[in-house]
């Protein structure tokens, strides 16, 4: 990408998500958004068609960061790094996640995050030392992990007070690998009383 335009997409997204933060999403207008960035209305239209197109590169943005900087490490609870400095990094963006992920929110930014989350998560499954979905397509997989893991961090932004990150990477993680750690013990069993 040319680096003029990287830059400005970069400063219209960084003027939305301060302005969010200040006066929550919805008292943001695009001309205050292009007067933060320091560019003009047209300018915002030859990158963006609308703020929440603005708002799901802002934070796709943001995470591609947080992926960058973590990479597939595991902490000590087994929870991959990246999905704790995710919720951290819903955790401080609070307000505009229970914005975008309510019942009313943005289809585009729940879309962008599913696909950020299908991709943690392909990667997780990717890097374990065995095949926790063996006889399910890697693509099917992805898309229950995705669906369950997103579920849970709905749960945990709509409730006040908000619980710790810990205990939502914890409670996220329990979730996504509960199912495959119950058919491990199931086979376990069968072998055992075959055997």
């Known amino acids: 990408m040319d680096p003029r335009i990287a830059r400005t997409r970069a400063s219209l997204q960084s003027a939305l998500l301060e302005l969010a933060h200040e006066n929550g999403l919805n008292g943001v207008t695009v001309a205050e958004i292009t007067e933060r960035a320091g560019v003009n209305r ?13 708002l799901a590169d802002a934070l796709d943005a943001a995470m591609a960061q947080i992926g960058a900087t973590v990479g597939a490490s595991v902490d000590p609870d087994g929870v991959p ?3 704790r400095a995710y ?5 401080e963006n609070i307000a505009l996640y229970r914005e975008v992920l309510g019942d009313h929110g943005s289809a585009i930014v729940s879309a962008r995050l599913r696909q950020r989350l299908d991709a943690i998560i392909s990667r997780s499954i990717a890097a374990s030392p065995a095949d926790p979905y063996p006889d399910v397509p890697l693509d099917i997989a992805v898309a229950g992990v995705a669906g369950a893991a997103i579920g ?7 409730r006040d007070p908000l619980p710790p990150v810990d205990d939502a990477a914890r409670w996220m993680w329990s979730v996504v690998t509960g199912p495959v750690a119950l ?7 069968a072998r055992l009383h075959r055997g």
Do not use: C, N
């Open 81 to 83: 790094a990246e999905i």
């Open 183 to 189: 058919l491990q013990e199931i086979e376990s069993a």
């Open 152 to 158: 849970v961090i709905r749960a945990w932004v709509a």
């Open 42 to 54: 047209s300018t915002f239209y030859q990158h963006y068609d609308d703020k929440d197109t603005l």
């Open 87 to 91: 919720l951290h990094h819903v955790r």
